[in-house]
């Protein structure tokens, strides 16, 4: 069964600095992976998502992820924060064999940025 | 195109009181589902559907049940309350190998 670890239940930072959201999962398939935003008092957003091709994904806002294969990761990144980053992330994955996503999703990392 | 809808936003039960939550999405999704999001659990599946008139459970299915009788509604029905079901629920929507699109969730409270 696919199981994903948020290690890190809350982040805090400073603004500009840099920050990881770490991310492992475990699957014995090819996988799908997610990372999705939640601003507070909202639903999810997609943030980034590795389906195949190159491992390092990008997002519109400046975060990038890398699929570990070997190491089973999928850990989030960005050079610099902005206090507008402040939210919960959380990371998803899905068995990519079949059209129909079933996602398992982390426990979720707060990330808490300040001026 | 509003996206995922979800009514009501909020809701306050008394233990035993039924009720239903609507999810509609206008993208012509075949597949919906229904999540529940507590604190430093993620979010768990409780039902999904994986297109009109078909249902299933996820992983946390008890005390729901589901309907799906239009292909862009999704219903959540809880038939007797208890206090373990105070959660905020999203609803999603999907279509073949994309992400999900997620509503804005409905924060139930069971008193």
């Known amino acids: 069964a696919q199981s994903v670890t948020q290690l890190d239940s809350q982040v805090p930072v400073f603004e500009e600095a840099p920050v990881e959201l770490r991310c492992n999962y475990s699957s014995s398939v090819s996988v799908y992976l997610f990372w999705y935003v939640q601003y507070p008092n909202q639903g999810l957003q997609l943030l980034l998502k590795y389906l195949s091709g190159s491992t390092l994904v990008e997002s519109i806002n400046g975060f990038e992820a890398e699929f570990n294969k070997s190491q089973t990761s999928f850990h989030l990144r960005k050079p610099s924060v902005h206090i507008s980053d402040t939210a919960e992330y959380f990371c998803a994955v899905s068995e990519g064999n079949t059209g129909f996503q079933k996602l398992v999703f982390g426990t979720g990392t707060r990330l808490l940025v300040s001026p | 195109n509003a996206g995922v809808t979800q009514t009501p936003k909020f809701r306050v039960l008394k233990t035993g009181q039924s009720m239903t939550l609507l999810c509609a999405q206008d993208?012509?999704?075949?597949?919906m589902y229904w999540y529940r999001q507590d604190p430093g659990m993620g979010l768990r599946l409780i039902h999904y559907?994986?297109?009109?008139?078909?249902?299933a459970k996820g992983e946390v299915p008890d005390g729901y049940n589901v309907s799906r009788l239009k292909k862009q509604n999704f219903l959540l029905g809880l038939e007797s309350a208890a206090p373990s079901q105070t959660s905020v629920y999203f609803c999603a929507s999907a279509t073949g190998f994309s992400e999900q699109y997620f509503g804005p969730g409905t924060r139930l409270t069971v008193t």
């Open positions: 559907s994986v297109g009109e008139g078909t249902t």
């Open positions: 993208m012509n999704h075949e597949y």
